[in-house]
């Protein structure tokens, strides 16, 4: 006797209804609520577009995600749904099933067909079903707006011909339909063009900003009102913003820019790649923050003493959990400039970047004791910067109390390198023997990345731009030979890995050292700290 279940009453229906033509109305009102989403499947990617209308207007779920299954430039099925829209919203009386009240175009919603399509041929068991499906009502709905949910990524100077055709849809359709969008892109795209797609979004939706391309200030000044409406935006990424030459223009187009963040009580997480508008000027941003910082990153620029001192007196910075200002010169700041910096987040930072700041040992020495009362640190990265090897000793012992810390990078010291960069192999494998001595010493179980950056000091323009080319190319072994590094390329970019080597120091640690290669791969912080943990998996740590 088969142990396999019969099938249920109610999917031999559902497979009968497939075979059948188009659904009609009275078919659809006694429907069971289970079989909505199969069939609604089955007509979107069969293209049936009469069955698909019907379903909207009886679509018995509040939320229709339909992001997940659109395939641009095949749209003929979203037409067929914008369609029915059209007739629902019409609706003086609608239908006592439909309890539509949002559509959702983002890429989302995968767990709510998955969920329906799981168990059995069209849903899952009666018990989950239940927990999921909606009673019918017997009163009229009211009639509120269609919310229409979407994330817009304008990547392109004109419109593709579906959201052309859609922002029309909804532009004619505005007491009737909110566009939503959480999540806003900015790739490349003429001002005027932008200025017309967010005049169809409810501003005061929009959560997370990012600017990816290069604006002269006056273009972001030109933006900036618009982006004082996102009442509720939590997080602004702004990139490659040109200075003007003339400085009067110039100085009002950073106060129009400025006085925006007044309005943006909700932000937590900024971040300025190359704001060479805010060299000497800081102050005005930091007095119009409304609420305390999580996430700040001002990278890629010149600033001055006065920008770091009014950094380090705001008090918007005090609850601060990441700080990177990774490719801001610091070389000839006054050393206890950082050093007020890190007190004023020591309670809170968890991950702080200093990357090619050109921080020197006096600099660094005069901020280890704040660094070192920074308990919450997880992640700490200094490469690129112009550390001796007595200083790279007094770093190791004040970052060896932080319980937190899983995440060193540091760069290799000076002495790896003649006075025009070049690295010398034997040196650096001496200097690698003194660090493994002062772990030792130190007795404390770690993982350190050595980065062999070009040296600061012939690569001033690299430090700049933040281009670190030339990373770590060597692995090394516990004789100190050189084992070279293979990189197993998955595709490009993140689907790189590096294969690495972890040196036993002799008492059940390892030191790792690793010379990055960063240029055509970014190692996130996810990917680190997976690693990181298998190591120390691997190791009964």
Known sequence: MSGQ?????????????????????????SLPTELFPPLFLEAFTGYRTETLKAMVQTWPFVRLPLGALIELPHVGPLQAVLEALDVLLAQKVRSRRCKLRVL??????????????????????????????EPRSTTKQPSTPLKVFIDLCLKKRTLDNFLTYFLRWVEQRKTSVHLCCKKLKIVSMPMDNIVK??????????????????????????????????????????????????????????????????RLGHLRDLHLESPSFLEGCLDQMLRCLKSPLDSL????????????????????????KSLD????????FRPELLQVLLEKVAATLQDLDLDV??????????????????????????????????????????????????????????????PRGVLLEARLAQLRAQLLEILRDLGHPRIIWISLSPCPRCEPGDMMKGTQTQRARHLFNANGK??????????????????????????????????LLESDMNLCASTWETHVDELLLRRGW
Not at 325 to 332: A, E
């Open 482 to 515: 050189r084992k070279r590094g293979r990189r197993a390329a998955e595709g490009r970019g993140g689907g790189a890995s590096l294969q690495g080597a972890a040196i036993d120091s002799g008492r059940g640690w390892d030191f790792h050292v690793q010379v």
């Open 197 to 262: 797609v967010l005049s169809m979004v409810q501003l005061d939706c929009i959560q997370e900003v990012q600017v990816s391309c290069t604006w002269n200030l006056s273009t972001l000044a030109t933006f900036a009102p618009l982006l004082g409406e996102m009442s509720n935006l939590q997080g602004l990424r702004l990139s490659h913003v040109h200075v003007s030459a003339f400085k009067k223009q110039e100085h009002d187009h950073v106060v129009q820019i400025t006085s925006q963040f007044r």
């Open 325 to 332: 200002l990774s490719g801001v010169s610091m070389t000839d």
């Open 357 to 418: 700041c050109g921080i020197t040992d006096s600099q660094l020495e005069a901020c280890l004791p704040a660094l070192s009362r920074c308990s919450q640190l997880r992640s700490v990265s200094l490469c690129g910067n112009l550390l001796s090897t007595a200083g790279m000793e007094k770093l190791l012992r004040h970052t060896a109390v932080l319980p937190c810390l899983r995440q060193e990078r540091y760069p290799a010291p000076q002495e790896s390198y003649r």
């Open 297 to 320: 990153s001002i990278t890629k620029c010149w600033l001055r003493d006065s920008d770091l001192t009014h950094l380090s007196q705001s008090p918007d910075i005090s609850q601060l």
């Open 104 to 133: 959702d175009l983002r890429n989302t919603g995968q767990s709510f067909w998955s969920m329906w399509s799981g168990a059995s041929s069209y849903g899952c068991s009666g018990s989950r079903m239940a927990a999921v499906a």
């Open 5 to 29: 279940t019969p099938p249920r009453l109610v999917d031999l229906a559902g497979s009968h209804l497939l075979r059948a033509d188009d659904l009609d109305f009275p078919t659809l009102e």
